[in-house]
């Protein structure tokens, strides 16, 4: 049984930092590039960030870009984001997902999307 499990999320104010873990099980980890998405509410899941399987490339969007670090340890199955300097616009639903083509797909939109997790709620409010 395959299982992505996202945790990590909680209430935080404007400029403060969370790192979120996303637990990968019933899949070979090393086989799948891996990837943040996120729903805000009333909009679109949107495209966050991806890395590669051997964690060599790693691509973001540009509403993220150097506030958000993503990283995986292969050895424990787990895949992380690093968020900084949050802002109230990242407020939102985040979700884990494998993907079968490549981080740089993913990054396109043009993944081959395989597994989701359930979500964990980040809320940035003063």
Do not use: H
Request: aromatic share 10%; net charge positive; hydrophobic share 35%.
């Amino acid at each position: 049984q395959v299982q992505l499990v996202e945790s990590g999320g909680g209430l935080v104010q404007p400029g403060d930092s969370l790192r979120l873990s996303c637990a990968v099980s019933g899949r070979t980890f090393i086989n799948y590039a891996l990837g943040w998405f996120r729903q805000a509410p009333g909009k679109e899941r949107e495209f966050v960030a991806s890395i590669s399987r051997s964690a060599g490339s790693t691509y973001y969007a540009d509403s993220v870009k150097g506030r958000f670090t993503i990283s995986r340890d292969n050895a424990k199955n787990t895949m992380y984001l690093q968020m900084n300097s949050l802002k109230v616009e990242d407020t939102a639903v985040y979700y884990c997902a494998t993907d079968e083509s490549t981080a740089q797909a993913m990054s396109l939109g043009r993944g081959r999307l395989k597994d989701w997790g359930k979500g964990t709620r980040v809320t940035v409010s003063s």
